[in-house]
């Protein structure tokens, strides 16, 4: 669930349907492999440009009535980009959101925003990103969902896993989350 950053963009695959590779395809691709998942079913509902409120209003009961074993979600990057944002009022929507994902059973993941330190673009808003990276914390420990800390991955440079817009990963970048997830679920790859 969640915006272009679980869509897909910056990792083009024109043999797709929608053009699109990214993070959360390669993870169902090992998934998809495991020993028992002859019946493995997968879908991305990630669309682009979403703002948190809307990824839960368009996403989570979709979802839910998928009845998933797991679920990723990505949601609030585009809000802190915004001039003005409520991150409290965020965090509320996200957790109610979140839990209704974890009573379902399902193994939630959840995602950090990264740090935009090294940005010049992305800089003036990594106070926000900050405040709302400890609210993702604090909600994955109230419902038990597993978090992949983008804030702290400071493994690859980030030349290497940003495309040229510097918003959007790119392949490698995609490849980098998706081993990322894949580590954090405990999935050899």
Known sequence: LGDSFTEGVGDPDPARPNGLRGWADRVAEVLARQPGAEDFTYANLGIRGRKLVTILDEQVEPAVAMAPDLVTIYAGANDLLRPKVDIDGLATAYDDGIGRLADTGATVVMF??????????????????????????????????LIVDMWRMRDAPPWAIWDTDRMHLNSFGHTHIAMAVLDRLGIEH
């Open 112 to 145: 950090t925003a990264y740090d935009p330190g090294i940005s010049a673009i992305f800089r003036p808003v990594r106070g926000r990103m900050a405040v709302y990276n400890e609210w993702v914390r604090e909600i994955a420990d109230r419902h038990g969902a």
